[in-house]
Each structure stands twice: as C-alpha cells, then as structure tokens.
T-cell receptor, first 111, second 111 residues
Framework: GENVEQHPSTLSVQEGDSAVIKCTYS??????FPWYKQELGKGPQLIID?????GEKKDQRIAVTLNKTAKHFSLHITETQPEDSAVYFC??????????FGTGTSLTVIP | NAGVTQTPKFQVLKTGQSMTLQCAQD?????MSWYRQDPGMGLRLIHY???????DQGEVPNGYNVSRSTTEDFPLRLLSAAPSQTSVYFC??????????FGPGTRLTVL
C-alpha cells in the first residue's frame, strides 16, 4: 500500500516567519493530496488540497506544491500567526477512496 | 447541518467488553471511514464504506467490525476490547475524491 512520510515532526517559528512542511509518498498512482490542520481536542480540518494535474495551489497565506516525478509535496505557510499553531497532517489518496496520512507536524508560532 | 457527529466523546472499557462507536453524517456523503489516531502514528484507516451496504478493510481492521445499512450511519464495533485498542477514533465522510469531513472524535481507554 501507500506509504506517506512527513517531516519535520515538530517545527517552531517566530510570528511573521514562514513555515514549510514536507511529505513524500510511494505510490505513483496517488492523485489527490490534502492537508489537514488539527487543533487540540478536535478532528482534522482540511486547509488546502492539490490534485496530480496541478503543480501548485495557493489560498491566501497557504500554498501547496506537488512534484510528481520526485513524489513529494509541501505545505507553505507565510506570515505565520499564533493561531496557526496546531498539528498539520498531509495525506495521499488514489481517487479519494483510501487516504494514507503522514505522522503529523506540530507547529508552534512564537509571538 | 450538523456535519459528522460521533458518540460517545469519551469511553472507558475493561478488557473483553464490547461496544459500538456511533457515527452519523447529514451531508448525503457516499464515502465514510473510520480512523484511529495514536501518538506519533498519524491517522490509520480501520474500515471504510463507499455506499450503503458496501464496506471494506483499511490498514488496521483487526478487532473491529463495521456495517453500513443507511447512507447516514456508519457504526464501528469492538467485539472484545483489548488495551491495544486504546486510542482516539475519528469518523469521516466525503463525496468520493473530495474533501473529507471529520467528526470530533471518541477517546477510548481500555483497561
């Protein structure tokens, strides 16, 4: 099956700086790559996603890039704010039927 | 819309007891799934369903049963609880190939 690796496991940045989280996947058939934010005591919530026919997608301060050849995708958060502090998960899916998640990145934004 | 609801929020069981975790969604989503979340391991798929009457196994199905008699409900059954099943359980729903919506989770402790 699919194997998704995520790095780093923890990340601390100063408010206003950028944060980058990277994931790799193993199955070249994966074609849908969502990113989730999980706040303490809550379920994960989608923040951005990308499909395999697109190389980059942006939504205000959040962007995701995908390199199909290298089988990796990254989450970029610019101008970080304290409310960005949370655990972030990447995932990979083949046509949205089974999702395989990374192990998560705990992001702390220091005011 | 209530979205995805899960009950109970917390549960403590003794080894060998059985119980059912409830999950319901009111978005008419075809796809529903159950995950467990353990520290440092991300979310792992237990079982999923692509529609009423259809279920399939995910990465870690042993010790769990599911059924999908209606579009709205997808209960997860633990037949004989074991300490290794101590975890946080999340239910999710989506249209195939699209954003998954997660419930708030059930925190289960097996003594």
């Amino acid at each position: 099956g699919e194997n998704v690796e995520q790095h780093p496991s923890t990340l601390s940045v100063q408010e206003g700086d950028s944060a980058v989280i990277k994931c790799t996947y193993s199955d070249s058939a994966s074609n849908y790559f969502p990113w989730y934010k999980q706040e303490l005591g809550k379920g994960p919530q989608l923040i951005i996603d990308i499909r395999s026919n697109v190389g980059e997608k942006k939504d205000q301060r959040i962007a995701v890039t995908l390199n199909k050849t290298a089988k990796h995708f990254s989450l970029h958060i610019t101008e970080t704010q304290p409310e960005d502090s949370a655990v972030y998960f990447c995932a990979a899916s083949i046509s949205g039927n089974q999702f395989y998640f990374g192990t998560g990145t705990s992001l702390t934004v220091i005011p | 819309n209530a979205g995805v609801t899960q009950t109970p929020k917390f549960q403590v069981l003794k080894t060998g007891q059985s119980m059912t975790l409830q999950c319901a969604q009111d978005m008419n989503h075809e796809y529903m799934s159950w995950y467990r979340q353990d520290p440092g391991m991300g979310l792992r798929l237990i079982h999923y369903s692509v529609g009423a009457g259809i279920t399939d196994q995910g990465e870690v199905p042993n010790g769990y049963n599911v059924s999908r008699s209606t579009t709205e409900d997808f209960p997860l059954r633990l037949l004989s609880a074991a300490p290794s099943q101590t975890s946080v359980y999340f239910c999710a729903s989506s249209y195939p190939g699209n954003e998954q919506f997660f419930g708030p989770g059930t925190r289960l402790t097996v003594l």
